[in-house]
């Protein structure tokens, strides 16, 4: 029998950006704002440059409800189809 994994999905985040360039193997992403965000040990995805040619998902945490820091999970970045790249 496969595996399963439990996703929640909800969009309710605000919108928001990054608060310095990353290269495509950064392991934590700073963000400006976090109104709305998920908080906790469960991982949840973000897109990075949504809707350009360098458009990455990625799969992260963030610890505490006013912590800015994402930190991005094992084999988490450019999932879904999308490749690790650098972003400002």
Same mark, same amino acid.
């Given at each position: 029998?496969?595996?399963?994994?439990?996703?929640?999905? $909800?969009? &309710?985040? +605000?919108a928001t950006?990054?608060? $310095?360039?990353?290269?495509?193997? +950064?392991?934590?992403?700073?963000? $400006? &704002?976090?109104?709305?965000?998920?908080?906790?040990?469960?991982?949840?995805?973000?897109?990075?440059?949504?809707?350009?040619?360098?458009?990455?998902?990625?799969?992260?945490?963030?610890?505490? +409800?006013?912590?800015?820091?994402?930190?991005?999970? $094992?084999?988490?970045? &450019?999932?879904?189809?999308?490749?690790a790249v650098?972003?400002?």
């Amino acid at each position: 029998m496969p595996g399963f994994t439990r996703r929640v999905y $909800a969009g &309710g985040a +605000a919108a928001t950006t990054i608060s $310095a360039t990353i290269n495509a193997s +950064a392991t934590s992403i700073t963000i $400006a &704002g976090y109104t709305g965000w998920p908080s906790g040990s469960a991982p949840f995805y973000v897109v990075l440059d949504p809707g350009t040619a360098s458009e990455e998902k990625v799969l992260v945490t963030r610890t505490g +409800a006013t912590d800015t820091t994402l930190n991005v999970q $094992a084999s988490g970045r &450019g999932v879904d189809g999308t490749t690790a790249v650098s972003h400002s």
